[in-house]
């Protein structure tokens, strides 16, 4: 009996880089260059299965990642904005059979180069009031939405918790907190929809060893960078992943 796994080597030219981002990204830099992950493998692979191969890497990168910030994150935070995420993942649970994934990410790189615009075009002062809770709502929906889809969630949610103007280290513990709930919730629903099959499952266990490597990387940069250039870096990452999804929006 052979081992089902993917074999094709452009595959993993692509996927090992992935996961080491999506790893450096989830627990470092919660926005920006982890989204970039699903895009590079769908190269290789559709998007959906790019998705279900990532599940269990996401999954021990959370765990990971909530390990090194578990005294980090902002509780009242994350309550507000998880069920507005969850309700995007039960949104993106019922749309996946019928929006096609190149839509969705043309519409999550659009939102992110908008935010983009509008960060450079009217920067923030000192005493910016923080962004109305009704748009944390409706981005956090948005990002449990894109999450679902194709795990780009990063971005939407940035949109919102960048503007509060968090240290570093809340910044990534918060959205590791936020994300490992959201990702848990897609099991049972990639289960039904039929994306956890043998094949996506054994790749997976192959790509998996990177996932502590890239999280490790990430947690000392979190800890010691310089709170305006980790800023800098997580505008740079949104901007690549905006033009990236857009441009797939346009496939």
Known sequence: MTFPLIT???????????????????????????????????????????????????????ILGMAAFRKDFDMRLVKFLLPFGLLGTLVGTLLFSIMQANIVAGIVGAVTLLFLAQRLAFPPKPDSPPPPRW??????????????????????????????????????????????????????????????????????????????????VGVRLARRIDPVLFYRILYFGMFLTGVKLLWDGFR
């Open 8 to 62: 094709d080597p452009f595959f993993y030219a692509l996927a090992i880089p992935a996961v080491l981002l999506m790893g450096i990204s989830k627990s470092g830099f919660g926005a920006g260059f982890g989204s970039l992950a699903v895009p590079m493998m769908a190269l290789a692979v559709t998007v959906p299965q790019a998705a279900a191969i990532l599940m269990p890497i996401l999954l021990l990168i959370d």
């Open 135 to 216: 748009l944390g709502a409706l981005l956090g929906v948005t990002s449990g939405f894109t999450s679902f889809i194709s795990h780009a969630g990063g971005p939407p949610l940035s949109a919102y918790v960048i503007p509060l103007r968090l240290a570093p280290v809340t910044f990534t513990a918060t959205m590791a907190f936020f994300f490992f709930v959201i990702n848990l919730s897609k099991w049972i629903p990639y289960a039904w929809l039929g994306l956890l099959d043998m094949r996506n499952m054994a790749t997976s266990v192959v790509l998996l060893p990177l996932a502590p490597l890239g999280v490790w």
